[in-house]
Nanobody, 118 residues
Framework: QGQLVESGGGLVQAGGSLRLSCAVP????????MGWYRQAPGKQRDMVAT???????NYPDSVKGRFTISRDNAKNTVYLEMNSLKPEDTGVYYC????????????WGQGTQVTVSS
């Protein structure tokens, strides 16, 4: 039920772009807050973007203006468009689906590696 499948990671030069995708089970997509999180080696996992069921978005200052999260309800997919990438954007990117009202859940994908070379 909570299987999230990410794709789209890879190696890119600084200043380049990548688009990540996350396929979400239809049974939960429409009722979930979706998010992308990043974990660099030796560091904690941090939020880079979230989008609510009402399409409200939130970003930390570190990616604001460069990253865009979107969701396609027809395809049960959430995207992360990343532009002007920097070496510090390197990390494993995880897709997240969560809900704080019943039914409560917090699902993670397996992660996809993004490496930005300088």
């Amino acid at each position: 039920q909570g299987q999230l499948v990410e794709s789209g990671g890879g190696l890119v030069q600084a200043g380049g772009s990548l688009r990540l995708s996350c396929a979400v089970p239809g049974s939960i997509f429409g009722i979930s807050v979706m998010g992308w999180y990043r974990q660099a080696p030796g560091k904690q996992r941090d939020m880079v973007a979230t989008i609510t069921t009402g399409f409200s978005t939130n970003y930390p200052d570190s990616v604001k203006g460069r990253f865009t999260i979107s969701r396609d309800n027809a395809k049960n997919t959430v995207y992360l468009e990343m532009n002007s990438l920097k070496p510090e954007d390197t990390g494993v990117y995880y897709c997240n689906a969560r809900r704080v009202n019943l039914p409560v859940y917090n699902f993670w994908g397996q992660g996809t590696q993004v490496t930005v070379s300088s």
